[in-house]
Protein backbone atom coordinates (compact mmCIF):
# COMPACT_ATOMS: atom_id res chain seq x y z
CA UNK A 1 0.00 0.00 0.00
CA UNK A 2 1.31 3.42 -0.76
CA UNK A 3 1.83 5.53 2.64
CA UNK A 4 3.52 7.45 4.39
CA UNK A 5 6.60 6.42 6.93
CA UNK A 6 8.54 8.45 9.56
CA UNK A 7 11.36 6.75 11.52
CA UNK A 8 11.65 6.68 14.73
CA UNK A 9 8.68 6.72 16.08
CA UNK A 10 9.69 7.05 19.29
CA UNK A 11 13.35 9.28 19.97
CA UNK A 12 14.99 10.59 23.25
CA UNK A 13 17.68 13.61 22.85
CA UNK A 14 19.82 15.56 25.02
CA UNK A 15 19.09 18.99 25.56
CA UNK A 16 21.33 20.90 23.02
CA UNK A 17 22.35 17.54 20.84
CA UNK A 18 21.46 17.54 17.36
CA UNK A 19 18.96 15.50 16.57
CA UNK A 20 17.10 14.03 13.03
CA UNK A 21 13.84 12.94 12.42
CA UNK A 22 12.91 11.11 8.57
CA UNK A 23 9.80 11.07 6.82
CA UNK A 24 9.51 8.80 3.26
CA UNK A 25 6.52 8.37 0.94
CA UNK A 26 5.63 5.94 -1.61
CA UNK A 27 2.83 8.28 -2.82
CA UNK A 28 5.05 9.98 -5.78
CA UNK A 29 3.42 13.80 -4.16
CA UNK A 30 5.29 16.28 -4.95
CA UNK A 31 5.04 18.42 -1.61
CA UNK A 32 6.20 17.73 1.56
CA UNK A 33 5.37 18.70 5.19
CA UNK A 34 6.70 18.63 8.66
CA UNK A 35 4.02 19.63 11.40
CA UNK A 36 4.78 19.80 15.32
CA UNK A 37 2.47 19.33 17.62
CA UNK A 38 2.28 19.66 21.41
CA UNK A 39 -0.12 18.10 23.93
CA UNK A 40 -3.68 19.22 23.14
CA UNK A 41 -3.03 21.57 19.97
CA UNK A 42 -3.88 21.53 16.42
CA UNK A 43 -0.92 20.64 14.17
CA UNK A 44 1.42 23.74 13.49
CA UNK A 45 3.01 23.43 10.09
CA UNK A 46 6.84 24.28 10.05
CA UNK A 47 7.74 24.04 6.51
CA UNK A 48 7.29 22.27 3.41
CA UNK A 49 8.84 21.63 0.57
CA UNK A 50 7.06 22.14 -3.27
CA UNK A 51 9.07 19.37 -5.70
CA UNK A 52 12.67 21.07 -4.36
CA UNK A 53 11.44 24.30 -3.23
CA UNK A 54 11.94 25.44 0.67
CA UNK A 55 9.17 27.06 2.24
CA UNK A 56 9.54 28.23 5.48
CA UNK A 57 6.76 29.33 7.82
CA UNK A 58 7.51 32.93 9.28
CA UNK A 59 7.12 31.81 13.11
CA UNK A 60 9.71 28.77 12.59
CA UNK A 61 12.69 28.90 14.30
CA UNK A 62 15.89 29.12 13.07
CA UNK A 63 16.45 26.07 15.23
CA UNK A 64 14.63 23.94 12.60
CA UNK A 65 15.72 22.85 9.37
CA UNK A 66 14.70 20.51 6.44
CA UNK A 67 16.14 18.61 3.80
CA UNK A 68 14.63 17.02 1.18
CA UNK A 69 17.45 14.98 -1.20
CA UNK A 70 15.02 13.24 -3.36
CA UNK A 71 10.64 12.86 -4.16
CA UNK A 72 10.29 10.12 -2.09
CA UNK A 73 12.52 11.36 1.60
CA UNK A 74 12.14 14.84 3.56
CA UNK A 75 14.38 15.33 7.06
CA UNK A 76 14.29 17.17 9.70
CA UNK A 77 17.22 18.63 11.58
CA UNK A 78 17.00 20.50 15.22
CA UNK A 79 20.22 22.10 15.54
CA UNK A 80 20.20 22.13 19.18
CA UNK A 81 16.84 20.56 21.09
CA UNK A 82 15.29 22.94 24.30
CA UNK A 83 12.99 21.64 26.24
CA UNK A 84 10.37 23.68 24.49
CA UNK A 85 11.20 21.19 21.39
CA UNK A 86 9.66 17.88 23.14
CA UNK A 87 6.19 17.37 20.82
CA UNK A 88 4.75 14.89 18.11
CA UNK A 89 6.53 15.62 14.62
CA UNK A 90 4.32 14.90 11.87
CA UNK A 91 5.36 14.58 8.05
CA UNK A 92 2.49 14.89 5.37
CA UNK A 93 2.32 14.59 1.62
CA UNK A 94 0.38 15.82 -0.77
CA UNK A 95 0.09 16.89 -4.56
CA UNK A 96 -0.66 19.92 -6.00
CA UNK A 97 -1.33 19.45 -9.90
CA UNK A 98 -4.09 20.61 -12.18
CA UNK A 99 -7.19 18.75 -10.95
CA UNK A 100 -5.62 17.47 -7.99
CA UNK A 101 -7.36 17.44 -4.92
CA UNK A 102 -4.68 18.69 -2.43
CA UNK A 103 -5.80 15.99 0.15
CA UNK A 104 -2.94 15.30 2.68
CA UNK A 105 -1.79 12.38 4.05
CA UNK A 106 -0.26 12.08 7.37
CA UNK A 107 2.67 9.51 8.75
CA UNK A 108 2.19 8.05 11.74
CA UNK A 109 4.38 10.42 13.56
CA UNK A 110 7.59 10.95 15.68
CA UNK A 111 7.07 11.64 19.11
CA UNK A 112 10.07 13.48 20.38
CA UNK A 113 11.59 13.79 24.05
CA UNK A 114 14.22 16.28 25.30
CA UNK A 115 15.96 15.63 28.40
CA UNK B 1 -6.74 34.54 8.03
CA UNK B 2 -9.54 31.93 7.95
CA UNK B 3 -11.08 30.73 11.43
CA UNK B 4 -12.06 27.04 11.79
CA UNK B 5 -13.70 25.85 14.53
CA UNK B 6 -15.02 22.64 15.96
CA UNK B 7 -18.14 21.75 18.21
CA UNK B 8 -18.79 20.36 21.10
CA UNK B 9 -14.94 20.79 22.27
CA UNK B 10 -15.28 17.51 24.39
CA UNK B 11 -17.97 14.51 24.53
CA UNK B 12 -18.62 11.51 26.37
CA UNK B 13 -20.11 8.46 25.05
CA UNK B 14 -21.32 5.31 26.18
CA UNK B 15 -20.63 2.06 23.39
CA UNK B 16 -23.35 2.11 20.70
CA UNK B 17 -24.46 5.64 21.01
CA UNK B 18 -24.85 8.05 17.80
CA UNK B 19 -23.18 11.43 17.97
CA UNK B 20 -22.56 14.52 15.62
CA UNK B 21 -19.66 17.14 15.13
CA UNK B 22 -19.55 19.88 13.77
CA UNK B 23 -17.14 22.15 12.22
CA UNK B 24 -17.67 26.17 11.23
CA UNK B 25 -15.03 27.98 8.82
CA UNK B 26 -15.12 31.51 8.62
CA UNK B 27 -14.57 31.67 4.56
CA UNK B 28 -15.40 29.93 1.22
CA UNK B 29 -12.98 26.88 1.05
CA UNK B 30 -11.76 24.21 -1.52
CA UNK B 31 -10.80 21.29 0.87
CA UNK B 32 -11.71 20.30 3.48
CA UNK B 33 -10.41 17.26 5.49
CA UNK B 34 -11.95 15.36 7.96
CA UNK B 35 -9.23 13.36 10.62
CA UNK B 36 -9.00 10.95 13.55
CA UNK B 37 -5.96 11.47 15.72
CA UNK B 38 -5.98 8.03 17.43
CA UNK B 39 -4.50 7.95 21.56
CA UNK B 40 -1.33 7.33 19.84
CA UNK B 41 -1.08 9.97 17.83
CA UNK B 42 -1.41 8.70 14.51
CA UNK B 43 -3.63 11.86 12.42
CA UNK B 44 -5.59 9.53 10.18
CA UNK B 45 -7.33 10.92 7.14
CA UNK B 46 -11.19 9.99 7.24
CA UNK B 47 -12.80 12.31 4.47
CA UNK B 48 -11.87 14.61 1.92
CA UNK B 49 -15.12 16.60 1.65
CA UNK B 50 -15.27 20.25 0.22
CA UNK B 51 -18.82 19.62 -0.61
CA UNK B 52 -21.57 17.14 -0.17
CA UNK B 53 -21.94 13.58 1.71
CA UNK B 54 -19.98 10.77 2.12
CA UNK B 55 -20.41 7.37 3.89
CA UNK B 56 -17.42 5.07 5.07
CA UNK B 57 -18.83 2.59 7.20
CA UNK B 58 -20.47 3.79 10.07
CA UNK B 59 -19.13 7.03 9.72
CA UNK B 60 -20.41 10.07 7.30
CA UNK B 61 -19.95 13.41 6.56
CA UNK B 62 -21.61 16.10 5.25
CA UNK B 63 -20.58 19.30 3.64
CA UNK B 64 -22.32 22.25 3.18
CA UNK B 65 -20.14 24.67 1.51
CA UNK B 66 -22.13 27.79 0.95
CA UNK B 67 -23.58 27.69 4.98
CA UNK B 68 -19.91 27.27 5.66
CA UNK B 69 -20.03 23.89 7.99
CA UNK B 70 -19.68 20.36 7.88
CA UNK B 71 -20.88 17.66 10.18
CA UNK B 72 -18.76 13.90 10.94
CA UNK B 73 -21.65 11.86 12.38
CA UNK B 74 -20.37 8.79 13.97
CA UNK B 75 -23.16 5.89 14.66
CA UNK B 76 -22.98 2.97 16.70
CA UNK B 77 -19.34 4.15 18.36
CA UNK B 78 -16.85 1.96 19.76
CA UNK B 79 -14.44 2.55 22.20
CA UNK B 80 -11.96 2.64 19.58
CA UNK B 81 -13.39 5.82 18.26
CA UNK B 82 -12.04 7.91 21.02
CA UNK B 83 -9.21 10.41 20.59
CA UNK B 84 -9.35 13.95 18.92
CA UNK B 85 -10.96 14.81 15.55
CA UNK B 86 -9.77 17.65 13.66
CA UNK B 87 -11.08 19.04 10.81
CA UNK B 88 -8.99 21.15 8.45
CA UNK B 89 -9.50 23.58 5.73
CA UNK B 90 -7.82 25.30 2.75
CA UNK B 91 -8.39 28.00 0.87
CA UNK B 92 -7.84 28.75 -2.65
CA UNK B 93 -5.44 26.71 -5.44
CA UNK B 94 -2.16 26.09 -5.89
CA UNK B 95 -0.42 25.81 -2.60
CA UNK B 96 -2.47 26.75 0.47
CA UNK B 97 -1.69 26.01 4.32
CA UNK B 98 -4.11 23.68 6.17
CA UNK B 99 -5.73 25.41 8.45
CA UNK B 100 -6.75 22.89 11.45
CA UNK B 101 -9.45 23.81 13.62
CA UNK B 102 -10.27 23.84 17.22
CA UNK B 103 -10.90 19.37 17.31
CA UNK B 104 -13.40 17.53 19.25
CA UNK B 105 -11.87 14.98 22.19
CA UNK B 106 -14.21 11.92 22.16
CA UNK B 107 -13.71 9.12 24.75
CA UNK B 108 -16.28 6.47 24.18
CA UNK B 109 -16.45 4.15 27.31
CA UNK B 110 -17.51 0.32 27.32
Known amino acids: DAMVIQNPRYQVTQFGKPVTLSCSQT?????MYWYQQKSSQAPKLLFH???????NEADTPDNFQSRRPNTSFCFLDIRSPGLGDAAMYLC??????????????FGPGTRLTVT | GIQVEQSPPDLILQEGANSTLRCNFS?????LQWFHQNPWGQLINLFY???GTKQNGRLSATTVATERYSLLYISSSQTTDSGVYFC????????????FGTGTRLLVSP
Open chain 2, 49 to 51: IPS
Open chain 1, 27 to 31: LNHNV
Open chain 2, 27 to 31: DSVNN
Open chain 2, 88 to 99: AVVRGTGFQKLV
Open chain 1, 92 to 105: ATSRIAPGSSYEQY
Open chain 1, 49 to 55: YYDKDFN
